[in-house]
């Protein structure tokens, strides 16, 4: 068993390690305030270290309804280091019911089989963190996993808008590996109307709904699912060329990840993603993202006194 001395400096390095973490890597996320047209082409420039946290919900759930408003502030304390994403299901009740999001539970409950109850949360495939509570052990399992994955890969994409909507293209995928891999281009709505129909327990929107999904696999360089959509194409290479076309909404994410596919997964390969970065098309505050990464700082240097003071 551990000391109390060496649980203590442990604490300390990783209080100073997460510091350095959050020093090194910009904590801004990759926001394109609301006025901006995208005649031209809008680069997320490099990234590839963004988590994903997905989380499992409806417009039924009483709890989700509470949650769903404070995603965004959520979403903007972290800054570019996550993107959350709201599955709602195909169940009947739900008012959305996107195909696309049926398609992702699928893959989530490959790892968690007993996904149901909403909210729950799952960083990078992880376990499951469910109810209004869960977001301390988010935040726990967000800092293990940035810790656990020190490589990934790098990941570059642009958007530029069309005549019917917004077009997204892969810029730069440097695959750290290609066998049993695929490119993920998901597509969320921010402020989403919540449809006329189902069950509506909350208000009339709902925020980063998963409406889009394409993904291109990484050995056959072949669309194998393109869902809510104008189009997904590849002439080439995914790495190269990769691109999908979604609709004019007036508020979005788009989140490009490098992952396992779903078959590679059954057999054993694990869910977390390779690399993921996201472009928000959305307001926010430059200062609020500032003040938040301070604040992040502050956190972790108070982890280290902490442990100073709990070894003494």
């Known amino acids: 068993m551990r000391s109390s001395t060496t649980k203590g400096w442990t604490l300390v390095g990783l209080g100073v390690y997460l510091v350095a973490l959050l020093l090194v890597q910009p904590v801004t996320a990759i926001i394109v305030q609301l006025d901006q047209d995208f005649a031209s082409p809008v680069s997320t420039g490099e990234g590839g270290r963004t988590l994903l946290v997905e989380e499992y919900t409806a417009t039924w759930c009483s709890v989700c309804s509470e949650v769903d408003p404070e995603l965004e502030t959520v979403a903007d304390s972290h800054g570019s280091r996550i993107s959350i994403v709201a599955l709602h299901p195909t169940d009947g009740e739900d008012a959305f019911e ?64 069309t005549d019917l909507g917004y077009k997204a293209s892969v810029l730069n995928a440097e695959p750290l590996t290609r066998n049993g891999t695929q490119l993920t281009f998901l597509v969320l709505q921010h402020g989403a109307e919540v449809p006329d129909r189902g069950v509506n327990v909350g208000g009339s929107t709902r925020d980063r709904v998963l409406l889009g999904i394409a993904e291109c696999n990484l050995e056959t360089n072949t669309i194998s699912t393109s869902i809510g959509l104008l189009n997904a194409t590849t002439n080439s290479e995914c790495s190269a060329d990769f691109s999908i076309e979604f609709p004019n909404y007036e508020s979005w994410s788009v989140i490009l990840v490098h992952e396992h596919t779903l078959e590679a997964m059954e057999n054993g390969s694990g869910p977390m993603s390779l690399g993921a970065v996201e472009m928000a098309h959305r307001a926010i505050s430059v200062e609020q993202s500032s003040t938040a990464s301070w604040i992040l700082i502050g956190l972790c240097a108070g982890l280290s006194l902490v442990a100073i003071y709990r070894k003494k």
């Open 98 to 161: 996107p195909e696309a999001a049926a398609h992702r539970i699928e893959r989530m409950q490959a790892v968690n089989p007993g996904i149901a109850s909403t909210p729950t949360f799952v960083v990078e495939g992880g376990s499951p963190r469910g109810g209004y509570e869960a977001w301390q052990e988010v935040q726990r399992d967000i800092l293990n996993t940035e810790l656990e994955r020190q490589k990934v890969t790098p990941l570059a994409f642009d958007v530029q808008a």
